[in-house]
């Protein structure tokens, strides 16, 4: 099983796109080969036998990449703008036939169209988000589209970490994202960074970057959606800087998981049949600012991207209890920001 590693490049040979054999019985990782074609490759999307990237960077771009030798290499196929500033975000539609791109800095998103061959290389839609946040004068000055995401009924929402919301738009017949239900609105100034559906769909959680809180919504595709519930990610005690970043649902959807940069864990909820979270436990993340992860198909590990430290940690996950045990293993990987692994890796 292959894992994909996106380590922003800045001035040094280090960095690019890192590819691992990751082995699901052990949770070894052993590093096969290293890719520099796109700078600053902070989000990585698998779709067949495609890699999708985004290099984070002003005036953005949209690459694509066909694997082969069995996922070992890449081969750059086209690469587009993004359609903004420092794309931070892919989303690969679940038909396959569109990959929708967060821009960050310039806050906006953009729809391409996938060509055969599996080319993401037509911008289909765009839209521009605007105004002015909670905290005028720093990070909400304006808006900051963070991650998109799909619902059961074809929607594509969009977290703006600057406006605090979660806009939701339909892809109309003539490539016009219009308006669709309302927004989920987050408390002021948490600033909603990336977000998952339960299992059943009736329930969607961000994860709250500046706010350092899990937003618990009941889902509703067509109607208001209540946040129902507000949950700190950081113990009571921390007194230190901390910016929340992932969240990932475990694959038989009774656990959340959640990242913290500067806490530098993760912290585990347990998810009731009415998908109500409770905290379960706090963990580390075996390095300096977790800002990616994803959990094994299987569920038996947690494979972390440690940006600051420039490590992946893999640990022992127990599935009946949810617990993330031990490391059992730690490669270097520089400035490692997002983790992409195949056969259905989160």
């Known amino acids: 099983m292959k894992l994909y590693a996106g380590c922003y490049t800045g001035d040094t040979p280090e960095g690019g796109i890192l590819i691992f054999d990751f082995s699901p019985r052990t949770g070894d990782l052993h590093l096969l080969s290293q890719f520099g074609f796109a700078p600053n490759p902070s989000y990585l999307a698998l779709r067949g036998k495609m890699l999708y990237a ?6 953005g771009a949209l690459t ?17 703008p993004s359609g903004g500033d420092d794309p931070c975000h892919i989303l690969v539609w679940p038909d396959g036939r569109r990959v929708s791109v967060a821009n960050y800095s310039s806050g906006s998103l953009a729809v391409f ?11 289909a839609a765009f839209c521009q988000h605007s ?46 994202l219009q308006s669709g239900a309302s927004a989920l609105i987050a408390p002021p100034g948490s600033g909603p960074r990336h977000f998952c559906f339960s299992r059943d769909g009736k329930t969607l959680y961000a994860v709250a970057e500046m ?23 950081l113990d009571a005690g921390f007194a230190g800087e901390n910016l929340a970043a992932d969240i990932h649902l475990a ?3 009774r656990f959340l998981y959640a990242s913290n940069r500067g806490d530098d864990s993760i912290a585990a909820f347990r998810l009731g049949e009415d998908g109500r979270a409770t905290l379960l436990e706090r963990t580390s993340a075996h390095g300096r600012g977790p800002r990616n992860f994803c959990l094994s198909p299987d569920g038996r590990f947690a494979l972390i991207a ?7 940690a893999v640990c022992a996950r127990d599935t009946e209890s949810g617990h993330i045990g031990e490391m059992v293993c730690d490669v270097p990987a520089p400035r490692a920001v997002c983790l992409a692994l195949e056969d259905g890796g989160l």
Do not use: K, W
Not at 54 to 59: I, K, M
Not at 114 to 122: C, D, I, N, S, T
């Open 54 to 59: 985004v290099s984070e960077t002003a005036g």
């Open 64 to 80: 694509s990449f066909a694997l082969e030798d069995g996922g070992a290499a890449l081969r750059p196929v086209a690469s587009v």
């Open 113 to 123: 169209d996938v060509l055969e061959g599996g080319a993401a290389a037509r911008r």
């Open 131 to 176: 105004g002015v946040g909670h905290d005028a004068q720093n990070r909400q000055a304006g808006p900051h589209v963070h991650s998109t995401g799909m619902d059961a009924s074809g929607q594509l929402l969009a977290a703006d970490l600057g406006l605090d919301r979660i806009f939701r738009y339909r892809l109309d017949a003539d490539g016009v």
């Open 211 to 233: 706010g350092n809180q899990l937003l618990e919504y009941a889902y509703d595709p067509e109607g208001e959606c209540a946040l129902r519930n507000v949950l700190p990610l």
């Open 251 to 253: 694959p038989d959807g």
């Open 306 to 312: 440690n940006q600051y430290s420039g490590n992946i």
